[in-house]
């Protein structure tokens, strides 16, 4: 399996500009995951999909951040508007669900907002 | 609210020697799971080891152990051996009612040959 796989990797863009990331899941998982790692921060959960269904999203910043999910085998985050604080690494993840299962996690997307 | 918490921001040990990570955690849920993640350079994140909190016997992936002590809510890890290849951020987490998982800050190893 090539794991849960992110595009861009990187991605360079000016403020008020429209970001889009994406992310595959590993085929046969039912749970999708949207985390932000920032130095300040850490690592945050923004939103998380039990198949293909929003459960929390809790953790988006605010209606600047949009999150979707329309088949089991992609999910797109979206930053429109985009600022220079939304810089930051933005990794999915998948996973069965259940609480012991492993949540495998893509390489990120490094987003970087001027 | 779950929180973790990882109160060394850093640690150097010795190749060969031996390092333990110290994390603690806050939780009203009764039936829980604990993890380590491993960030190398390349970002990637890298389950290490896991626990589920029912278990009191400790959970051991080769060099790898933990020290679960679920009334203190300490979940330490310890890592045997040290190899070069093991300097990276670790991330304590936890996962409690549905799928969230909890971040601690990280401690970053560093690996002195």
């Known amino acids: 399996d090539a794991g849960v796989i992110q595009s861009p990797r990187h991605e360079v863009t000016e403020m008020g500009q429209e970001v889009t990331l994406r992310c595959k899941p590993i085929?046969?998982?039912?749970?999708l995951f949207w985390y932000r790692q920032t130095m300040m921060r850490g690592l945050e959960l923004l939103i998380y999909?039990?198949?293909?269904?929003?459960?929390?999203d809790s953790g988006m910043p605010e209606d600047r951040f949009s999150a979707k999910m329309p088949n089991a085998s992609f999910s797109t985050l979206k930053i429109q508007p985009s600022e220079p604080r939304d810089s930051a690494v933005y990794f999915c993840?998948?996973?069965?669900?259940?609480?012991?299962?492993?949540?495998?996690f893509g390489p990120g997307t490094r987003l970087t907002v001027t | 609210a779950q929180t973790v918490t990882q109160s060394q921001p850093e640690m150097s040990v010795q190749e060969a020697e031996t390092v333990t990570l110290s994390c603690t955690y806050d939780t009203s849920e009764s039936d829980y799971y604990l993890f380590w993640y491993k960030q190398p350079p390349s970002r990637q994140m890298i389950l290490v080891i896991r626990?589920?909190?029912?278990?009191?016997q400790n959970a051991t992936e080769n060099r790898f152990s933990v020290n679960f002590q679920k009334a203190a809510k300490s979940f330490s890890l310890k890592i045997s051996d040290s190899q070069l290849g093991d300097a990276a951020m670790y991330f304590c987490a936890q996962r409690a009612a549905g799928n969230k998982l909890t971040f601690g800050g990280g401690t970053r190893v560093l690996v002195k040959p």
């Open positions: 993840a998948s996973s069965l669900a259940g609480g012991l299962y492993e949540q495998y």
């Open positions: 999909f039990n198949n293909n269904v929003p459960i929390d």
């Open positions: 626990q589920e909190a029912y278990k009191q």
């Open positions: 085929s046969g998982h039912n749970s």
